[in-house]
């Protein structure tokens, strides 16, 4: 629980944060989202739920990771002029991931309600 506050507040490093959470959780994103639109597990409905579920999870993740490495690229020491190339390179890819991620998020949830209200299920 002390790492969470401490990675919600920006206490991490920025290199731990975006290389060590950051993008292990946009590629898991990444390939749960290109399988789905491949079509891949069509043919096996637990695969198919598995990564719409991970797909799912990693879209509501990201934007949370993405305001921690915003506020640890805040924090990012800036002695040098790309130090600050570095930082504002952090923010930027935060804030498009974060933000393409909650639109994949909410989505996914109106599909999930209107299969819910259709009465069918998505698999």
Known sequence: MK???RLAAGD???WRTF???GIPLALLWDSSGLSMLTGFG???PLVATLII???TLSSAA???VAVAIWRSAS???REAWWNHVFAWSAKLCAALSGLAA???FCTVLYLAFSFVYAGEAPF
Do not use: E
């Open 12 to 14: 991490i490093a920025l």
């Open 75 to 77: 924090r990012y020491p």
């Open 102 to 104: 909650a639109i994949s």
């Open 19 to 21: 290389w060590l959470i």
């Open 62 to 64: 990201i934007p949370i």
């Open 3 to 5: 790492f969470l506050t």
């Open 53 to 55: 579920v991970v797909f």
């Open 42 to 44: 069509v043919g096996a």
